[in-house]
């Protein structure tokens, strides 16, 4: 039972397989889409800017290998950008589209005019749970996390959103539908609690074998 960390050159690949292995999880990264295909389970780590994801994600062949991931049924975990280009669109040096599993599109944070909340969030902040996922198993509300970023998902379907998180307003930190899971957090900087989120998900992977998860 293998864990595929897609690699399109764009994620903290060797911090997320670290983060998972301590957790007991068996890994590898990979852009080989029949590695990908094969795997019990998949990650998409993701950092930098939407656009350029998207660009190296399709330059590689692989959005296509990931939606047909996700449409397998089998355990699937974004995390921070890998989370964003799961959605629709963004509008990160204009409009740009993205994978368009899950309905909604990728915003900046407004500036501060007085300059209390800084742009990047870049830190530790609390989740507040919303849909109790599997992968939330053991992490306690207001539960803190570590976040980088300057945008922010704007879910379509309230009904996809698991966490919220307040920074300035209110938005989208985890999302969780079926088999797929997502974060803007990073789970592998988030210390115990990330590690918590990590295990529950090998453990759903060791659970289903790689087969189809329910919601």
Not at 85 to 96: H, K, Q, T, Y
Not at 110 to 132: E, F, L, Y
Request: hydrophobic share 45%; charged share 20%; proline share 6%.
């Amino acid at each position: 039972m293998t864990i595929a960390i897609i690699d399109y050159d764009m994620g903290n690949l060797r911090s997320v397989q670290k983060a998972l292995e301590r957790v007991g999880a068996s890994t590898t990264i990979t852009r080989d889409p029949a590695v990908i295909a094969g795997a019990s389970a998949a990650v998409l780590p993701g950092v930098g800017a939407f656009g350029m994801c998207m660009q190296n994600l399709n330059g590689y062949g692989l959005a296509d290998p990931v939606r047909a991931f996700v449409a397998s049924g089998r355990p699937f975990l974004g995390i921070c950008v890998g989370m964003q280009i799961l959605f629709d669109e963004s509008d990160e040096f204009g409009r740009v589209e993205g994978l368009g599993i899950l309905p909604g599109r990728v915003t900046r944070f407004p500036n501060d005019p007085d300059g209390h909340r800084k742009v990047p969030q870049m830190g530790w902040n609390t989740i507040s749970i919303r849909r109790r996922a599997p992968h939330l198993a053991g992490v306690p509300e207001d539960a803190y996390v570590y976040f980088v970023h300057s945008y922010y998902a704007e879910a379509a379907d309230d009904a996809d959103v698991a966490t919220t998180t307040e920074y300035g307003r209110p938005f989208t930190s985890a999302v969780w539908r079926d088999n797929l899971f997502a974060t803007q957090f990073h789970p592998e900087k988030s210390q115990a609690v990330g590690l918590r989120v990590l295990a529950n998900f090998a453990g759903l992977v060791a659970a289903t074998n790689g087969t189809a998860v329910a919601s």
